[in-house]
T-cell receptor, first 113, second 110 residues
């Protein structure tokens, strides 16, 4: 079955710690994305990657970092510099960045206390 | 930047009712997408629209790409309890990233 997996589903961290969220896809898509969703809100783009070894900042990149060493994988690190890290994080992919249909993973809920 | 206004923000449905929601933009879009998100899950793509005036159905869902290219509508016919969730519109124009609306939360009438 092709799809996008995110792990873990729930993540708890202490303030001041960096944390890395996993995103893997086996759809053979070139483009991958990270979004943040706060309660009752829409999706805000954090970072996106058009191809391996390339990534671009989205609308709210401050306090986050990403890497794209493999086509299948696009991990997101939430650093201690992110002031309000508690949120629901969604990973998505599309065939290319020009392909408008994005497919989402199940999400990771991060709670920082 | 591009902005999408989605309305209503929330609505109550009664089983069997038809419901509608819409999205309007300050910019012209070439593509409109509609997603549904269940609680604690990722959004699932329901319908994609690529041409102004296009009307596309997916089961009991029908979406339209507005003729001005600045709006889109989603209708759910004969609603059932599992239609509950958050519906998002998203629009994209060439050279720009996908922009999401704030969502319409669909709830069941008590």
């Amino acid at each position: 079955d092709g799809g996008i997996t995110q792990s873990p589903k729930y993540l708890f961290r202490k303030e001041g710690q960096n944390v890395t969220l996993s995103c893997e896809q086996n759809l053979n898509h070139d483009a991958m994305y990270w979004y943040r969703q706060d309660p009752g809100q829409g999706l805000r783009l954090i970072y996106y990657s058009q191809i391996v070894n390339d990534f671009q900042k989205g609308d709210i990149a401050e306090g986050y970092s990403v890497s794209r060493e493999k086509k299948e994988s696009f991990p997101l690190t939430v650093t201690s510099a992110q002031k309000n890290p508690t949120a629901f994080y969604l990973c998505a992919s599309s065939v290319t960045v020009s392909s408008y249909e994005q497919y989402f993973g199940p999400g990771t809920r991060l709670t920082v206390t | 930047g591009q902005q999408l206004n989605q309305s209503p923000q929330s609505m109550f449905i009664q089983e069997g009712e038809d419901v509608s929601m819409n999205c309007t933009s300050s910019s012209i879009f070439n593509t409109w997408l509609w997603y549904k998100q269940d609680p604690g899950e990722g959004p699932v793509l329901l319908i994609a629209l690529y041409k102004a005036g296009e009307l596309t159905s997916n089961g009991r869902l029908t979406a339209q790409f507005g003729i001005t290219r600045k709006d889109s509508f989603l209708n759910i016919s004969a609603s059932i309890p599992s239609d509950v969730g958050i519906y998002f519109c998203a629009g994209q124009s060439p050279g720009n990233k996908l922009t999401f609306g704030g969502g319409t939360r669909v709830l069941v009438k008590p």
